[in-house]
């Protein structure tokens, strides 16, 4: 085989290395690099296969520092801040007031670098960080952050993890080990340790698939227009053209129908009138928003929020090609340059400044010359040199000594901007600015806002720098914002909140918002809108004015929500409910900052007990126990507490009969289990206890509250379900069969396995009843089924597969509380260990390993069947009769059948063996007998062997216990 140098990526690190091959002394030898680093080496023994893949022995150990450190002292707000790599991400956050949401406990965060970010359009970025698309910021910004710490051995055994908006990411990894996220996104650098979690360096911004288009660019609409169906016989059933569309009771009788007809003279036809149902469609219209153009609705030039810069119209829709069109005075691709080069400013109105060189014009200039534009030279015989802003000043012209002449309407102040008290200068007066040598006065008409006027209204100054606004003619408002008026006689002409104004012109009468409203006379608003109603906001919202006639709602503390809708947290809809009145007193005692269910940064699941719950769980405790000692109770209630949503619907989804979680209380689980298709939770491991939910699935802000009717009592270790080799250690009475899953090799498997059912027989069966010389690895997955299967689930007559596979299946009988398996009493069921459950059986179960049908026979079993097992033929499976000649197999045969010219070999009468190798009984199981006694045989003549009891020496012969056993 042929190699060549390949890139590969490592598993946890992210870094690139690569392999490179090459022939020596006519052997391939290969060299394992990591890129960009000096470090290399060797692989001296390579192509180990492994159960999950290939292992290669490298000459040395190679280590490369990281890109990024991080620091485990640090949150990840903090390393963000201080990494140059993240100034995107940092204004990004820092924009949409999410600097806690990074320094939270207890997160995974993946973080784009600049470039990354850079790679959105500009107008994406700038939206962003608008005031308008601050909601959506907060959402990609969240898609960026995971419950929990998800370290990289973790992320790459999921398929989807899901992230703090609420999207799903997919997992992969790639041939080469490149972990990608969604498909697209590469992360370059894995598990940088922080304070609060750890994050991850990713190569691109991770859009959730809800904002694939970040720009509200789609303005899609839906119509409703009527549509004729076929045309039928009037009695017949009139339809529809499509399945989709709405049949009216309408019917049009406008149609006609040809029919053909045959006779003697040829083809004829005859039309009649028809009828055909009248129908209802609706059509969703594909349409760009306003500012927007082409199929994919891309934004127009100069901007999607202010096309063609507002000096143009862009020719916009799904037909438009985002061109503009330039207003008088206007020119450029995006209206941005003025027509006129010797003007400037929003309008294009402003003369430049500039004097001797070239102007700084188009609506963002300054009027002032470019840079290095200043005329110098010989000019009409001169020889001038021009500088400053203006290129007005004449470096050869210089002020006469220390005597300032200051312009008119200007004061000679000493002092200047850069704080040096000695010098004089010429300052203008207030309400006139300084343009070249002259004080000017300032108009605020002329500035490119106009004074603030709406542009139906005439700016007047009145003073230097002082002006008004006034809507035109036909307008009403207070100039800053003005209206179309409406006419009107009298007061009812007009809107709620509105008088009818009444001019000398009857015509010229309008509709005018009375003080405090703001609006065109047949509508008006508050101009604080937070003083009615509360602005419309959530009555647990707090109402800002943010300008005449708008507003914002923000939910108040402990609520969530867009400020119109405020949802309660789960600590705060506890008081709402009067059964949960006593839970709701505990909540009161415990300090803010530690009540985890008035968070609104982490989703939870808090099984709230009821009144009566909560009066028999009080009473078990002395007053004092709940009162001098705060962390009980927080304790109790972090024990009913667990993370994420889990509404009944997802925990029935979740388990097959049992369950548990980790509460938020350290080390303690709450257990679940399913019967009926209902719920129930348990604080512990049996299920004798069980809380039953009353209200199920009861929606807060930052998660669900199940009412259950019984508290669960807290505190129990979590040695209540210790891990398989545990369990034998701390029952040893079935320790002897704990030993022979040692010995074949599954108790390791069974530790590893994510859920298992395990029939343990005591000590006292396996050593009467199981024949140790036949005890297999596949003798013991006869006790095993793949997943937790309680006592009570197990159904009458059910047969289950068990580990050794389909053919070797358990059957289950269920009498009253009884359950039997292959006809053994379950004896001590539901022992539940870390990852399973464990039954205790009062006999062995018994395989037919060696039957090659496939239909299961169930045998009862009883003390004269201890050795009932199927054998094989003398020779074994793969040589029966030693190929010397045919095995009487089958559940009815016996022996080998000679071959003729064959030899065959058979053990005398007593012995056992298949005629090659014949064994002395006693040498066997110490021949049936005790291990206190001695087996004797006396040979072929007698065929018997007997046992003598070991005794003291001093014994009596006639104290000497014989059993014998005949041989046959």
Not at 19 to 27: E, H
Not at 172 to 187: C, E, F, K
Not at 563 to 571: L, P
């Amino acid at each position: 085989m042929i190699f060549k140098m390949q890139r590969l990526y490592t598993h946890y690190k992210g870094n690139t290395a690569e392999i490179t091959s090459r022939k020596r002394s006519g052997s391939l030898l290969y060299r394992y690099k990591l890129k960009g680093t000096g470090s290399k080496t060797t692989i001296v023994k390579g192509d180990i296969l492994a159960g999950n893949g290939i292992v290669h022995v490298i000459g040395k150990l190679l280590i490369t520092p990281p890109d990024i450190p991080g620091h485990a002292e640090k949150t990840m707000w903090q390393l963000i801040q201080e990494d140059g790599k993240y100034n995107r991400m940092q204004t990004l956050i820092a924009r949409s007031g999410m600097e806690d949401e990074f320094a939270g406990e207890n997160i995974t965060v993946f973080a784009p670098n600049n470039a990354a970010w850079d790679e959105l359009s500009a107008d994406a970025l700038s939206f962003l960080q608008s005031d308008e698309g601050r909601e959506r910021l907060k959402v990609v910004l969240r898609n960026h952050i995971f419950s929990g710490i998800i370290d990289v051995m973790d992320l790459v055994n999921r398929r989807r993890i899901r992230s703090m908006a609420g999207n799903e990411i997919e997992v992969y990894v790639s041939p080469l080990g490149q972990i990608r996220l969604n498909g697209n996104v590469n992360i370059s650098q894995t598990d940088i340790p922080a304070q609060n979690g750890l994050y991850y360096h990713v190569e691109s911004v991770l859009l959730p698939d809800s904002l694939s288009n970040i720009l509200p660019s789609f303005c899609d609409q839906r119509i409703h227009k009527k549509v004729t169906g076929p045309c039928s016989l009037c009695h017949a059933e009139l339809d529809c053209p499509y399945p989709e569309d709405v049949p009216t009771d309408e019917i049009s009788t406008e149609c006609v129908i040809n029919y053909k007809i045959k006779d003697a003279m040829g083809d004829k036809y005859m039309t009649i009138s028809g009828c055909s149902r009248i129908c209802n469609r609706t059509e969703n219209v594909h349409r760009c928003c306003s500012g927007f153009y082409g199929t994919d609705c891309q934004p127009c030039r100069g901007g999607f929020k202010n096309p063609c810069n507002g000096n143009g119209q862009c020719l916009d829709g799904l037909k438009g090609d985002g061109s503009c069109n330039c207003n008088s005075g206007f020119t450029g691709p995006t209206c941005a340059d003025c027509e006129d080069i010797n003007m400037f400013g929003p309008n294009c109105t402003t003369p430049c400044t500039c004097k001797y060189g070239a102007c700084d014009s188009g609506i963002k200039g300054s009027g002032r010359c470019r840079k290095n534009t200043c005329r110098s030279g010989s000019f009409n015989g001169h020889l001038v040199h021009y500088t400053g802003p203006d290129c007005d000043v004449n470096l050869s012209q210089c002020p006469n000594g220390n005597i300032l002449s200051c312009p008119v309407h200007s004061n000679c102040m000493k002092g200047s901007s850069e704080g040096d008290d000695d010098i004089y200068q010429c300052v203008c007066q207030e309400g006139y600015e300084k343009i070249g040598e002259a004080c000017l006065p300032i108009d605020p008409c002329k500035s490119s806002d106009r004074g603030g006027c709406h542009q139906q209204a005439k700016c007047v100054m009145i003073n230097p720098g002082q002006h008004y606004c006034e809507c035109e003619k036909g307008w009403v408002g207070n100039g800053e914002y003005c209206f179309p008026g409406t006419n009107c006689n009298k007061h009812i002409d007009c809107g709620s909140n509105a008088i009818c104004k009444a001019s000398v012109i009857p015509s010229d009468s309008l509709c005018t918002c009375i003080d405090g409203y703001h609006g065109n006379g047949t509508y008006c608003v508050p101009i604080n809108m937070c003083s009615v109603n509360n602005g419309d906001c959530d009555p647990m919202a707090e109402c800002t004015s943010t300008g005449p006639g708008s507003n914002k709602c923000t939910c108040g503390e402990d609520f969530g929500g867009d400020g119109y809708t405020c949802y309660a947290s789960i600590g705060k809809l506890v008081e709402k409910f009067p059964d949960l009145s006593m839970v709701s007193g505990f909540l009161r005692f415990i300090p803010k900052e530690d009540n985890m269910l008035l968070s609104l940064k982490d989703n939870f699941t808090f099984f709230a007990p009821s009144n009566k719950a909560m009066r028999i769980l009080i009473a078990k405790k002395p007053p004092s126990y709940w009162n001098k000692n705060q962390d009980n109770i927080i304790n109790f209630i972090r024990f009913h507490t667990i993370y994420g949503v889990k509404t009944t619907q997802i925990m029935l989804a979740s388990i097959s009969d049992y369950g548990r979680y980790d509460t938020l209380y350290d080390g303690f689980k709450i257990h679940l289990y399913k019967k009926n298709n209902e719920v129930f939770v348990s604080s512990k491991q049996s299920n004798k206890s069980w809380s039953r939910i009353i209200v199920p699935n009861v929606p807060a802000f930052n998660g669900f509250i199940h009412i259950i009717d019984r508290a669960l009592e807290p505190f129990f270790d979590s040695d209540d379900t210790p891990f398989l080799d545990e369990f034998f250690m701390k029952h040893p009475e079935y320790s002897m069969f704990g030993e022979w899953l040692n010995k074949k090799g599954l108790m390791d498997t069974l530790m590893e396995m994510d859920e298992y059912t395990l029939f343990v027989p005591s000590n006292r069966i396996v050593e009467n009843f199981l024949n140790t010389t036949k005890i297999t690895k596949d003798f013991l997955k006869y006790y095993i089924l793949p997943n937790i299967r309680l006592s009570m689930s197990f159904e009458n007559k059910e047969t289950i597969e068990t580990l050794l596979g389909g053919r070797h299946k358990l059957s289950f009988i269920v009498w009253t509380r009884q359950v039997f398996v292959n006809e053994v009493e379950i004896k001590k069921p539901d022992m539940l260990t870390d990852a399973g459950v464990v039954h205790g059986i009062d006999g062995p179960l018994v395989p037919t390993l060696h039957r090659c049908d496939e239909v299961l026979v169930n045998t009862s079993w009883d003390n004269k069947r201890k050795n009932s097992f199927i054998l094989e033929c003398p020779g074994g499976q793969e040589f029966p009769c030693n190929n010397n000649g045919k095995c009487n197999d089958g559940l009815n045969g016996t022996e080998c059948l000679e071959v003729q010219g064959t030899t065959s070999c058979h053990c005398k009468l007593g012995y056992y063996g298949d005629g090659f190798k014949c064994d002395n009984p006693c040498d066997i199981n110490n021949g049936g007998c005790h291990e206190n006694a001695t087996c004797f045989f006396q040979g072929s003549d007698s065929s018997m062997a007997f046992a003598r009891l070991h005794t003291s020496q001093d014994d009596d012969e006639d104290m000497i216990h014989r059993t014998v056993f005949n041989i046959k």
